[in-house]
């Protein structure tokens, strides 16, 4: 599966928009982008997926280039509560193990 | 209905000890997982199951065994504790497998092991 790259932290102002970047320059044709988060001391959360079409879902918007070579999630209204690390991953589509890495510190502030 | 859950949530032990986290699910799904993530945060897969049969098995010490008893249960019991061992455990499951995606992952609260 391809590697993807996170920023280490960002910060958001709560009712704004929170826009994390991914980059995934070398992903394949047959491999999805997974979007998940983890508030602190919790199991991780699904948010959203895409192959190549933007998707919107109640809690996300995922913006991937036509190259496919980055995405942008997008949290439209960030709260206090959004406050996590979110992890991008990419992964092949018939593949079942999802590999984290890092991920973006989000920081939601008053 | 809490939909993965594990027992127990906190756990401290000596070293040496051996020790068992269960883990169950009511979604219906037919693969689970057990992942760990260390003090630095960093979240690995360890095991998979499929419908009971194990799929996925990473470079785990053989102290560490998986074990499905049906496909809504996957219990992680671990022989002669180390002090490297100390982590928070995951159990997850989800509904694809080998079905052209793996389909999103509904994860527990956690473990969390500490051995002194």
């Known amino acids: 599966d391809a590697k993807t790259t996170q920023p280490t932290s960002m910060d958001c102002a709560e009712g704004r928009a929170a826009n994390l970047p991914c980059n995934h320059s070398?992903?394949?044709?047959?491999?999805?982008v997974y979007w998940y988060r983890q508030i602190h001391s919790q199991g991780p959360q699904y948010i959203i997926h895409g192959l190549k079409n933007n998707e919107t879902n109640e809690m996300a918007s995922l913006i991937i280039t036509e190259d496919r070579k980055s995405s942008t999630l997008i949290l439209p209204h960030a709260t206090l509560r959004d406050t996590a690390v979110y992890y991008c991953i990419a992964l092949t589509g018939g593949g079942n193990k999802l590999t984290f890495g890092t991920g973006t510190q989000l920081k939601v502030e008053l | 209905d809490t939909a993965v859950s594990q027992t127990p949530k906190y756990l401290v032990t000596q070293m040496g000890n051996d020790k068992s986290i269960k883990c169950e699910q009511n979604l219906g799904h037919d693969t689970m997982y057990w992942y760990k993530q260390d003090s630095k945060k960093f979240l690995k897969i360890m095991f998979s199951?499929?419908?009971?049969?194990?799929?996925i098995n990473e470079t785990v010490p053989n102290r560490f065994s998986p074990k499905s008893p049906d496909k809504a249960h996957l219990n992680l019991h671990i022989n002669s504790l180390e002090l490297g061992d100390s982590a928070v455990y995951f159990c997850?499951?989800?509904?694809?497998?080998?079905?052209?995606?793996?389909?999103?992952?509904?994860f527990g609260e956690g473990s969390r092991l500490t051995v002194l």
């Open positions: 199951y499929n419908n009971k049969e194990l799929i």
């Open positions: 997850a499951s989800s509904r694809y497998v080998n079905r052209g995606r793996v389909g999103e992952l509904f």
């Open positions: 070398t992903i394949s044709g047959n491999e999805y």
